[in-house]
């Protein structure tokens, strides 16, 4: 079966070596992975719309009892046991098959120096064995595919700061966290004492410190969620939080995912997006301020502190609007990460994963203008 990523429900797949798992498929043997990242290594059939492949390879431990926490608007959240097959829930929109880890290291060695892949990243959950099992695919992963850097997607909850010494020391070169909601009011009503989950708002900074000293500039990022009821001041602030600290920010689209405690909150709203996209971009590469920066009574950005011409020509370029996550091989400004479509369908773009032609900019100049179109209707078909 062929599979397409669009909108909709999140994709199902019927063959029978990936969609049927038992409670053996725990890592470090086994681990899941984004049905981009399956596509690009062959493991299922598919294409994605207007891009061959996805440059990272985002892999994540798994167990049958699941993660332990609760965040409010993750598919993975604890809350979500009356779905049997942990494996089979949905994340970030759409399906993670399951693989041998073995396989995965075949397939990507055996596309050699000039394979589809730049980066790849080891996610981790709430898990009592989340720890010990990232060091053990990180070992191996450097060991055996030493051409691939690797980034952590942490769990801070569990993490000590020796722990984020020894992952640096094995190998890895790009240490972040999903700090997510940008407030500690926010944080706390979605994943910390809110929701009776275990992670806290001084837990998660505290390891964007600890990267910091140990990792280094431009070595450690966060990733942040825009549309969870925070104003754009308030992301921008934490965006130039943790840019002061050398570090790298990582946006997402807010989507409410089906199954989560929040899949009735609404999308974040086009031009808010935008917004803080464009002003990401200009704090983390520009060299731009939030200081400079204005903001009206609701917290939007009325004025980004750069001069208009030059404003204009960095729009033009189309990459404030792409995915922004770790950095790749040729342009530390576009990420390896484009994640496709994981926070958004094809039919209405929010984060691109892949170069914005000029009808794209177009588009996304009219959303920041308040005007109710959609990306993504460009090129092939959905």
């Given amino acids: 079966m062929s599979a397409v990523l669009n909108e909709g429900q999140p994709i199902r797949f019927y063959r ?21 990242a399956a596509i690009t290594l062959g493991l299922i059939p598919g294409r994605m719309h207007r891009t061959s492949c996805t440059h990272c390879l985002n892999l994540l431990v798994t167990y049958p009892e699941g993660c332990r926490a609760n965040c409010a608007y993750c598919g993975l959240a604890r809350h979500r046991e009356e779905a049997r097959d942990y494996a089979d829930r949905n994340f970030i929109r759409v399906d993670w098959p399951t693989a041998r880890y073995d396989e995965v290291i075949e397939r990507v060695r055996a596309g050699g120096d000039k394979g589809a892949f730049e980066r790849m990243c080891i996610s981790m959950i709430t898990h009592p064995s989340s720890n010990a ?11 055996e595919v030493p051409h691939v850097p690797v980034s952590i997607l942490s769990n801070p909850t569990t993490l000590e700061r020796s722990d ?29 004492r809110g929701v009776d ?20 500039p431009e070595r450690f990022g966060a990733h942040l969620i825009a549309g969870m009821g925070e104003t754009e001041q308030e992301i921008l602030s934490a965006c130039q939080r943790i840019k002061d600290l050398g570090g ?43 200081e400079d920066m204005r903001f009206d009574d609701a917290g939007r950005v009325v004025d980004f502190g750069v001069a208009e011409d030059d ?72």
Avoid at 17 to 33: K, L
Avoid at 133 to 143: H, K
Avoid at 253 to 260: L, N
């Fill in 197 to 216: 989950s275990p992670h806290t708002w001084d837990g998660y900074w505290r390891a964007i410190e600890w990267a910091a000293d140990i990792f280094g």
């Fill in 16 to 36: 029978p070596d990936y969609h049927v798992r038992t409670p053996a498929m725990r890592s470090p043997e086994y681990v899941q992975m984004s049905t981009a």
């Fill in 133 to 143: 099992d990232t060091f053990v695919l990180l070992e191996r992963w450097v060991r």
């Fill in 248 to 290: 790298h920010n990582h946006m997402f689209a807010f989507y409410p995912e089906r199954g989560s405690m929040m899949e009735d909150w609404p999308a974040v709203d086009r031009g808010q997006w935008r917004r803080v996209q464009l002003g990401r971009f200009l704090i983390d590469y520009c060299n731009a301020r939030i």
């Fill in 311 to 382: 404003l204009g020509g960095i729009i033009a370029t189309g990459k404030p609007f792409r995915t922004s996550g770790c950095p790749g091989k040729e342009d530390d400004q576009v990420s390896a990460c484009n994640r496709p479509f994981g926070d958004s369908p094809p039919s209405d773009i929010l984060s691109f994963p892949f170069a914005l032609a000029r009808e794209d900019v177009d588009v996304v100049r009219r959303q920041m203008a308040g005007e109710d179109v959609q990306a993504g209707l460009i090129g092939e078909s959905n």
């Fill in 164 to 192: 984020l010494a020894r992952l640096r020391d094995m190998g890895a070169e790009i240490f972040t966290v999903a700090l997510d909601a940008v407030t500690p009011e926010i944080f706390d009503r979605t994943r910390g």
